[in-house]
């Protein structure tokens, strides 16, 4: 992980200034005694550099933008952002995928261990299709998640440790809890990752990411507003490449447990022309709408696949520059 030490060094230092762990010995804290080894103008601008060392050297060094999507389970980010990531991955920037849930139950013959394990090399493989730097599956139950304080500090850490400028997720409202539960629980990290004093052993933020969602269908209580709509036509094949390593899902448990028991040609070649058949929807009224707005009416019609994002209120609020900027595909 890119300037990791300096991370935890950074954490270090706040935990002796702030006092929210023991010090080391013959280092007191803050206001402890009339004199001190340093003073606190000392202490704060020590703090400040390597903050700073901790938390923005990756993106001054490399100037690669850093994107951390999260899904409720191995195969939603493929689903909602797969096409994005592989055009961030094609320009060199870091994209890292994470399952808040190990997908366990996401099977009618199998399920357990057995399923979270091959769920977990499924997402592997659809990370290096999509070219993607890292995809993470946390070990907790799929249909079993809760918006706990326990897991919202897994979030809180992963974004700190990816020092992430775009993170993506779900919205809050959804058929399915998992989802639901994902949306609230990366909402509830969106202002923590900048506050010290919420999972101190790891320095903050020195700047709150953007946070967007996922499309979705969903009308109530409000419907998808796609603030940003990103043109994948060129890499839809690797979406579909990423779909078919998740082989559990889009071959077996989507068309067969819950699918209405659909057919899935056997023969590689049909089977695959079946699945981009399954997944070649189009962009929607709002969604052609908003990519008139970033390509133009004239190529905006020459879109066929394309993947759109709504702004989260509560991290940055980036305008139509900066967005550009983050997303570096409007040429």
Request: hydrophobic share 40%; glycine share 10%.
């Amino acid at each position: 992980m890119a300037n990791r030490t300096g991370a935890v060094q950074g954490a270090a230092v706040w935990r002796i200034l702030l006092g929210t762990r023991e010090p080391k010995k013959g280092i007191p804290r803050l206001g402890e005694g009339k004199e001190t080894e340093l003073t606190m103008k000392s202490h704060l601008i020590l703090a400040g550099v390597v903050f700073a060392l901790g938390t923005s050297a990756a993106v001054a060094q490399d100037n690669r933008i850093r994107v951390i999507a999260f899904g409720a389970h191995p195969d939603d980010c493929e689903v909602r952002a797969g096409g994005v990531a592989a055009k961030f991955a094609a320009k060199g920037h870091l994209v890292k995928f994470v399952s808040v849930t190990n997908g366990d139950a996401g099977h009618c013959v199998m399920g357990g261990g057995a399923l979270a394990k091959r769920r977990w090399a499924e997402a592997q493989e659809a990370a290096r299709r999509l070219g993607i730097a890292a995809y993470e599956v946390l070990d907790n139950h799929d249909g079993e998640l809760m918006p706990t304080l326990e897991v919202r500090k897994q979030i809180i850490r992963l974004i700190r440790q990816w020092n992430a400028d775009i993170v993506l997720s779900p919205r809050s409202n959804d058929y399915h809890p998992d989802h639901r539960y994902t949306g609230i629980l990366v909402q509830d990290a969106a202002f923590m990752v900048v506050i010290p004093m919420v999972v101190p052993d790891l320095a903050p933020l020195r700047r709150n990411p953007v946070f967007l969602y996922f499309e979705d269908g969903f009308q109530k209580p409000q419907p998808f507003q796609p603030d940003i709509a990103v043109n994948i036509d060129e890499v839809w094949g690797k979406k579909l490449d990423s779909f078919e390593a998740d082989e559990s899902q889009f071959y077996e448990a989507q068309p067969n447990c819950w699918g209405g028991g659909a057919v899935v040609p056997k023969d590689p070649l049909e089977r695959r022309k079946w699945l981009e058949k399954r997944w070649d929807r189009g962009p929607g009224p709002r969604v052609q709408s908003s990519l008139e707005k970033w390509y133009g009416p004239q190529r905006a019609k020459q879109i066929r696949h394309a993947e759109a994002f709504e702004l989260c209120e509560y991290g940055r609020r980036p305008g139509d520059a900066e967005l550009k900027k983050l997303f570096p595909f409007f040429e």
